[in-house]
């Protein structure tokens, strides 16, 4: 199984006004998204991949960019590495996984899954075959060579 791991694109910068969970893609954020995107999900087949956002607001700002179709699931935002684990065991049945979220949380979990240490920058994709192994690792402006 291919597990896809997104984080979200550039968001607003952290404020003691605004509680983190409420803070929005930027307008740079959106237009980076809404230009290079489309070279992911082009190559997603949709019939066999399912969709997963972390419930924070610049998660699924940034998950609308790949699909309408997704779920909710609070583990990433908590960082919960085994119901990650028992949330792709439950769907296996599905080729791609794609799985949008925040940093340290993605980076600390390829770290689990694979011995691989990386960052992950905002709007980055990672691809793995589920567990083990770092396929490749593209930045959002980097989509168009996929």
Not at 33 to 56: A, G, Q, R
Not at 80 to 91: F, M, N, P, Q, S
Request: net charge negative; charged share 30%; glycine share 4%.
């Amino acid at each position: 199984m291919k597990v896809i791991f997104i984080r979200h694109g550039k968001a607003e910068e952290y404020s003691f006004s605004k509680p983190d969970s409420d803070r929005e893609l930027t307008k740079e954020g959106r237009k980076d998204l809404e230009k290079n995107m489309p070279y992911l999900v082009d190559k997603l087949d949709f019939s066999s991949t399912k969709v997963f956002s972390s419930p924070l607001i610049r998660a699924y700002q940034t998950t609308d960019y790949v699909t309408q179709d997704y779920e909710l699931v609070d583990f990433l935002a908590t960082g919960d590495l085994d119901e990650l684990k028992d949330c792709v065991k439950a769907h296996a049945h599905y080729e791609t996984m794609v799985f949008v979220g925040h940093e340290p949380i993605l980076s600390e979990w390829i770290f689990s899954l694979t011995g691989e240490m990386m960052t992950v920058k905002k709007g980055m994709a990672v691809f793995l075959n589920w567990p083990d192994k770092v396929l490749t690792s593209a930045r959002l402006k980097d989509y168009q060579s996929l």
